[in-house]
């Protein structure tokens, strides 16, 4: 695993300590998967945790777009994730997640918990936003040392996922849909 911080300390809309707490928060949504000795047909490579990945330096995107109260709430949670000792942290994320277990209105102030911080965090993982390059990443210090330091990890490649599109038919697509729907 890189053992480098490749998130920023904070961002526009993120204090320092909001930072991490939303890293803290992360890790135990995503502890990280150590490569296998065995490789299997998916690569059997290491998936950073979520701090590892550095996933992190896109929250901005992801803030702004969010409704006030929710963004609010979100910063508050991240907040207290930074202060609070590491197995409340995980008590907050398995409450959230065991949403069902609990009474009306509490189970439904847990349910939207566990879309919140799933959603935040997963959404920044997976999206593989490659924000220190500016472009998508082609290259993984996870599954090939490279000589960026500042590089992060490609997670679709970690886990096997090649996106491809077929610029052809994406085109054809949109031409078939602007005719039945002319914007005029």
């Known amino acids: 695993m890189n053992s480098n911080n490749l998130n920023p300390r904070s961002t526009e809309l993120l204090s320092a300590t909001q930072m991490k707490g939303l890293l803290r928060l992360g890790d ?3 502890p990280g998967v150590p490569a296998r000795k065995t ?7 290491a998936l950073p945790s979520f701090s590892e990945s550095g996933c ?17 709430a979100f910063l508050a949670l991240a907040s207290v994730c930074a202060y609070a000792p590491a197995p409340l942290v995980r008590l907050i994320v398995a409450m959230a997640n ?8 509490l189970a439904g102030l847990m349910r ?8 935040v965090v997963h959404s920044l993982y ?33 886990i096997g996922y090649e996106t ?15 005719a039945q729907n002319p914007r005029d």
């Open 28 to 30: 135990v949504v995503i």
């Open 39 to 45: 490789a299997s047909t998916s690569g059997g490579g």
């Open 56 to 72: 992190a330096a896109g929250i901005d995107r992801m803030l702004s777009y969010m409704y006030d109260d929710d963004r609010t």
């Open 98 to 105: 065991a949403n069902a277990k609990f009474p009306e209105p």
């Open 112 to 119: 939207m918990a566990n879309l919140g911080i799933k959603g």
């Open 126 to 158: 997976y999206s593989n936003l490659g924000v220190r390059l500016g472009e998508e990443l082609t290259d993984s210090p996870l599954l090939a040392r490279g000589t960026n330091p500042n590089q992060l990890p490609n997670i679709h490649q970690a």
């Open 164 to 178: 491809t599109i077929n610029q052809e038919a994406y085109e054809a697509a949109l031409a078939a849909a602007d």
